[in-house]
């Protein structure tokens, strides 16, 4: 068992930047793909941007150049840094991770941001 917690959302206006955190309770990063998603009121839940066991990474093409996850292995956390957000950003965030192996998969209670024009 796995548990993800989230924490850094809020609200920001338009342009700024804010920095979403996952704490997982164990180290599962050499097995696990981490991803964060995020959903929109009256909106399918959506991929934003994953980072593999291996250490690479994708975007949705919505948040290509805005967007950066990361994570430090030490803290077993997983980061996803937002620059320039815009009002459409706005959205539950949650964080995913999936074991490519075994399809055991986990979710975070998600984080709300909020972005004001």
């Known amino acids: 068992q796995v548990q993800l917690v989230e924490s850094g959302g809020g609200m920001v206006q338009a342009g700024g930047s804010l920095r979403l955190s996952c704490a997982a309770s164990r180290n599962i990063f050499s097995t696990y793909a981490m991803s964060w998603y995020r959903q929109a009121p009256g909106k399918q839940r959506e991929l934003v941007a994953t980072i593999s066991s291996g250490g690479s990474t994708n975007y949705a093409d919505s948040v290509k150049g805005r967007f950066t996850i990361s994570r430090d292995n030490a803290k077993n956390t997983v980061y996803l840094q937002m620059n320039s957000l815009k009002p459409e950003d706005t959205a539950v965030y949650y964080c995913?991770?999936?074991?490519?192996?075994?399809?055991?998969?986990?979710w975070g209670q998600g984080t709300q941001v909020t972005v004001s024009s």
């Open positions: 995913h991770a999936r074991q490519i192996s075994s399809g055991y998969e986990y």
